[in-house]
């Protein structure tokens, strides 16, 4: 099945700098990536997502970057703001089916005031 | 958006006992349905796929006869945690997938906090 592996597990940044989260798959038939933040106690919120026949993805601050061949996406905030402070999963799917999304493992956000 | 609700939002409860969660969607269709457990300060663990008129999936390592699924209609799925122990407190979200062919966007439930004491 797919695995689905986070890197950084925990990240601070100053405000206003930017912050990138990377996430790494394993199954070549995944072509859907969504990223999802999450407050503490509360449901995740898809922020953005990429399909596999595009490279690059953006909305206003936060871009994310797919690269199939090293099967590794990237997401990048820019001008990272307090509110931006969550945690952050990457997940993959292989749309095909039931299309079930295997989550990475989550990163900590925590953004400097 | 599409909206997909839980009830109870939090649920304590004692050891042997069991407990039902429903998940809801409210303004679609869903032919299928996805129930997470989430550990504090974990990733979100797919335990099953609920799929509407049938038996649901259940991922490796889940036991089918502790948590039973049942998704009898478009808009409603409810797992139900049998013989609860301390074990299984953790956060249950569920998920709903748009119908089919408008694309792979999953839409989450707010979850529900399971404390079994």
């Known amino acids: 099945g797919e695995n689905v592996e986070q890197h950084p597990s925990t990240l601070s940044v100053q405000e206003g700098d930017s912050a990138v989260i990377k996430c790494t798959y394993s199954?070549?038939?995944?072509?859907?990536f969504p990223w999802y933040k999450q407050e503490l106690g509360k449901r995740p919120q898809l922020i953005i997502d990429?399909?596999?026949?595009?490279g690059e993805k953006k909305d206003q601050r936060i871009a994310v970057t797919l690269n199939k061949t090293a099967k590794h996406f990237s997401l990048h905030i820019t001008e990272t703001q307090p509110e931006d402070s969550a945690v952050y999963f990457c997940?993959?799917?292989?749309?095909?089916?039931?299309?079930?999304?295997?989550f990475g493992t989550g990163t900590r956000l925590t953004i400097i005031p | 958006g599409a909206v997909v609700s839980q009830h109870p939002s939090w649920v304590i409860c004692k050891s042997g006992t069991s407990v039902k969660i429903e998940c809801r969607s409210l303004?679609?269709?869903?032919?299928?349905m996805f129930w997470y457990r989430q550990f504090p300060k974990q990733s979100l663990m797919l335990m099953a796929t609920?799929?509407?008129?049938?038996?649901?999936?259940?991922e490796q390592g889940v036991e089918k006869d502790k948590f039973l699924i049942n998704h009898a209609s478009l808009t409603l799925s409810t797992l139900t945690v049998t013989s609860a122990h301390p074990e299984d407190s953790s956060f249950y979200i569920c998920?709903?997938?748009?119908?089919?062919?408008?694309?792979?966007?999953?839409?989450f439930g707010p979850g529900t906090r399971l404390t079994v004491l």
């Open positions: 997940a993959a799917s292989s749309g095909f089916g039931n299309e079930k999304l295997t």
């Open positions: 303004d679609f269709q869903a032919t299928t």
């Open positions: 990429i399909r596999s026949n595009v």
């Open positions: 609920s799929n509407e008129g049938s038996k649901a999936t259940y």
């Open positions: 199954d070549s038939a995944s072509n859907y």
């Open positions: 998920s709903a997938r748009e119908p089919a062919g408008a694309g792979n966007e999953q839409f």
